[in-house]
């Protein structure tokens, strides 16, 4: 059964650092591109940053220079590295490749 699970959401407060984790099963990270989503309440589900099977990385407006996508092809995960973080950073993130979800991890920024 393909499979992504998210990991590293938490409670930081605003100017802290989080670094998410996706992991998957039965699908080669290195061979798809792979997207970070967010949803915060009452908000449409939005990019916030994806990587290409050529290591191409894209960031919404928002997050650039505070987040970093990254992927390891040996641990066959892709990363979240988020610093800086504001209460607006606040959502459920999800990882996506393939159609495939999977169940998001909350990220609260307050103090």
């Known amino acids: 059964q393909v499979q992504l699970v998210e990991s590293g959401g938490g409670l930081v407060q605003p100017g802290g650092s989080l670094r998410l984790s996706c992991t998957a099963s039965?699908?080669?990270?290195?061979?798809?591109?792979v997207g970070w989503y967010r949803q915060a309440p009452g908000k449409q589900r939005e990019l916030v940053a994806s990587?290409?099977?050529?290591?191409?990385?894209t960031y919404v407006d928002s997050v650039k220079g505070r987040f970093t996508i990254s992927r390891d092809n040996v641990k066959n995960t892709v990363d979240l590295q988020m610093n800086s973080l504001k209460p607006e950073d606040t959502a459920v993130y999800y990882c996506?490749?393939?159609?495939?979800w999977g169940q998001g991890t909350q990220v609260t920024v307050s103090s």
């Open positions: 990587i290409t099977s050529a290591a191409r990385t």
């Open positions: 996506q490749t393939l159609g495939v």
């Open positions: 039965r699908i080669i990270f290195s061979m798809n591109m």
